[in-house]
């Protein structure tokens, strides 16, 4: 830990500055106090640091950053003098060193966010010193008016020494001044302006004002200069560049008043000029740090959508944009396998490959994430514009990045938006794009994918599910449906198996197609299994209770999903549910896919042997959909197979096809050899449902039998 870390402001409780705050001020002091034209001792000078460096350090750690108190700061050191030619440098070299070594805790913020809050902090600094060293300009610059003015009114009666106020005043003042006549031609300057021209007051004198053009002016700075001497305005101020005479450019605040005799006539042009070159070059570098990504020198996210909202805007130039948003595949594999500075090397070696592709005029490459860039395109062509910049780009990517004497594989995903400007938002191109490209990621990575508003709707109606399952489990927006379960050999009631629901309160009824995955990815799969366990298991106890079935019990049936197969409280949960309803083991039937039950291994199995062993009946769900590894059913804990509808559909026609006959003849005989029941997933016709009996399967579900419904239609079904 850097020395200081442990003295940190948030640290102290007691009104005393803390450790970390009192020594950034001491060496804050130490830099700048030499150059202070201040009446302070160096002890006050260093208490008011301290109040200053206590606002830094609080708007350096507020959970909404604002950097508004880095102007405070800025006005406060003019206010305390601070204003030698060095100081603000001196002042921002400070706090670039050492405002984060002793006035945060690196724990607090990540190293990147913690550098861009400083680096706006000093461009508040900055910011607030100028304007404040720019009122003080005023002020002064308001006194030599009055000053000026005061020669002239009272020359009659004082005329030798208004001149010599006026001339003490004239050549030693610390700005430029210059005279001249209403024409425009100088009069006089003093030693300041000569030296900020780099020259002495000769080569300035004479010279018409009207001719000092700079390819930078607005307009708006000769209409008010033509304006003033005409004498309809009393005054103006801006920033305006002159050309030197060496091809430097002189940067100034310029300020211009008209002075009037006795009578209110225009005599003469009185001008003050403010050197702020270097404090310019200084806003211009903490501006580019506060655009720019520090590793990649790439224009960072805040600038990207600075431009992007720019081409968005109505009325702006470009009618089109195109956007190729681009995440690095496997990138964490190698922050985790190599280390963060292995990583770094590579991010800079994929935006020099990258910076190849996205080079031409309205074009502009980011980093706007970790490993998340995006080409932002200006106009293009055509859509193939920006489809080729996307294949070009992985192109230059396809050869490997040369990293510390390794060769590391790079692949990435792009999404691509296009279109035309007025019907785009900013927020909109960025979600489509971040969509699109996750998109091209679930392919298989290492291509573009193109936007489309039909998958963006989906994708957002699945993000929309996903954020409203957890409330949907507790506001009871789920029910099930069930679909009977029937004895082949005579046609009688079996069970039935329990599917269940989402009454959607946007969408309608949600099947579990649509909302099942999104559970299992989350993790709700859980707690929403249990409770559709909860509540089958009751109502399988309710069919009981009134005899529905006859003299042998209805039996439930209930959907695993995988992640509920490797829940390590599967066993214990099911048993106190079967305890609590009353319901025998025997009566429930556990359902898990074929994909999910024969790729466990014996120590995933071991629940369902357990269970299986307790009783439960454990059934074989969508069996030849997945491995149909014929030769793993005996190691397996199952008792009922369940035949997927792909195998019975040929059976629907007349004649029914006779391979799918031998397909299920060959499957039945197998699974009876295995003491395996059958049930029969799909019937839909008769002809279909005395075929299946005839080869001897033991029951079956489908439409011909019912559609899923309310439990109470369970009796009216068969």
């Given at each position: 830990m850097p020395s200081g870390a442990a003295d940190l402001p948030h640290a102290d409780v007691s009104g005393e500055p803390p450790d970390g705050l009192r020594r950034f001020a001491t060496i804050w002091c130490r830099a700048v106090y030499p150059a202070t034209a201040t009446s302070m001792t160096r002890p006050e000078f260093e208490r008011l640091l301290v109040s200053l460096a206590r606002r830094l350090s609080d708007a350096l750690r507020a959970p909404r950053f604002d950097p508004s108190p880095g102007?405070?700061?800025?006005?406060?050191?003019?206010?305390?003098?601070?204003?030698?030619?060095?100081?603000?440098?001196?002042?921002?070299?400070?706090?670039?060193?050492?405002?984060?070594?002793?006035?945060?805790?690196?724990?607090?913020?990540?190293?990147?966010?913690?550098?861009?809050?400083?680096?706006?902090?000093?461009?508040?600094?900055?910011?607030?010193?100028?304007?404040?060293?720019?009122?003080?300009?005023?002020?002064?610059?308001?006194?030599?008016?009055?000053?000026?003015?005061?020669?002239?009114?009272?020359m009659a009666n004082a005329l030798h020494e208004s001149e010599t106020r006026f001339r003490t005043v004239f050549k030693d003042a610390a700005l430029g001044i210059s005279i001249a006549d209403m024409d425009g031609t100088i009069l006089d300057v003093n030693d300041a302006l000569a030296q900020m021209f780099g020259g002495s007051g000769t080569h300035i004198r004479s010279r018409n004002i009207l001719e000092w053009t700079h390819p930078e002016d607005s307009p708006e700075v000769w209409r008010m200069q033509r304006e003033l001497m005409r004498g309809e305005r009393e005054h103006y101020h801006m920033e305006k560049a002159y050309s030197r005479a060496d091809g430097t450019v002189l940067w100034t605040n310029l300020t211009v008043s008209l002075l009037r005799d006795a009578e209110g006539r225009p005599?003469?042009?009185?001008?003050?000029?403010?050197?702020?070159?270097?404090?310019?070059?200084?806003?211009?570098?903490?501006?580019?740090?506060?655009?720019?990504?520090a590793l990649t020198d790439l224009p960072n996210r805040s600038l990207f959508f600075e431009r992007l909202e720019q081409a968005l805007a109505t009325g702006s130039a470009p009618t089109r944009i195109g956007l190729c948003y681009l995440d690095l595949d496997g990138f964490k594999a190698v922050?985790?396998?190599?280390?963060?500075?292995?990583?770094?090397?590579?991010?800079?070696?994929?935006?020099?490959?990258?910076?190849?592709?996205?080079?031409?005029?309205?074009?502009?490459l980011a980093r706007i994430g970790g490993d998340e860039f995006v080409a932002l395109l200006l106009d293009p062509q055509s859509p193939d514009a920006v489809t080729d910049l996307a294949e070009r780009a992985l192109e230059a990517l396809s050869t490997p990045v040369e990293v510390g004497g390794r060769e590391l594989l790079v692949r990435a995903s792009i999404g691509i938006v296009e279109g035309a400007t007025e019907q785009l938002t900013s927020a909109e191109v960025l979600r489509s794009a971040d969509i699109t490209m996750y998109r091209a990621k679930a392919e298989g990575g290492n291509r573009y994918a193109v936007a489309d508003p039909d998958s963006d709707a989906r994708a957002i109606s699945r993000h929309h599910l996903t954020h409203h399952l957890p409330a949907a489990l507790k506001g009871a927006e789920f029910f099930i449906e069930y679909q009977p379960l029937v004895k082949m050999e005579d046609g009688s009631l079996e069970g039935a198996e329990a599917l269940v629901r989402w009454s959607h309160p946007r969408h309608g009824v949600l099947g579990p197609d649509r909302f099942i995955p999104l559970a299992e990815h989350t993790g709700l799969i859980v707690p929403l299994g249990r409770w559709v366990l909860q509540e089958a298991v009751q109502q399988a106890c309710q069919w009981q209770v009134r005899g529905i079935g006859g003299p042998r019990p209805l039996k439930v049936n209930v959907n695993l999903s995988p992640r509920q197969l490797h829940h390590p409280e599967l066993v214990q949960d099911t048993i106190a549910v079967l305890e609590e309803a009353g319901l025998p083991p025997s009566s429930l039937c556990l359902e898990v896919?074929?994909?999910?039950?024969?790729?466990?291994?014996?120590?995933e199995l071991r629940p369902l042997r357990e269970l299986a062993e307790l009783g439960v009946g454990i059934a074989l769900d969508d069996f030849g959909t997945g491995y149909s590894n014929l030769a793993n059913l005996r190691r397996l804990p199952a008792s009922t197979l369940k035949l997927d509808r792909s195998f019975t559909q040929g059976l629907q026609r007349d004649p029914a096809d006779p391979v799918d006959l031998k397909i299920v003849e060959g499957i039945v005989s197998l699974a009876h050899t295995l003491r395996l029941s059958v049930t029969v997933e799909g019937v839909e016709t008769s002809a279909q449902a005395e075929q299946l009996r005839e080869l001897g399967c033991d029951s079956a579900q489908g439409w011909f039998y019912a559609r899923p419904g309310p439990p109470e239609r369970l009796p009216e079904a068969v």
């Open positions: 102007r405070a700061v800025g006005e406060a050191l003019v206010a305390a003098h601070c204003t030698a030619p060095d100081a603000l440098t001196s002042v921002l070299g400070v706090v670039d060193s050492y405002l984060l070594l002793y006035c945060l805790d690196p724990a607090e913020l990540p190293a990147e966010e913690a550098r861009a809050r400083c680096a706006r902090l000093q461009h508040a600094i900055s910011a607030g010193f100028a304007r404040a060293l720019q009122e003080r300009t005023r002020s002064e610059q308001e006194a030599v008016s009055v000053a000026a003015l005061t020669a002239q009114s009272e005599r003469y042009m009185l001008a003050m000029v403010e050197d702020v070159s270097e404090r310019r070059l200084l806003h211009l570098r903490l501006r580019y740090q506060a655009t720019h990504d922050n985790d396998s190599l280390g963060h500075a292995v990583g770094d090397q590579l991010l800079i070696g994929v935006a020099e490959r990258l910076q190849t592709c996205v080079s031409g005029p309205g074009q502009m896919t074929e994909t999910a039950m024969i790729s466990a291994d014996e120590n």
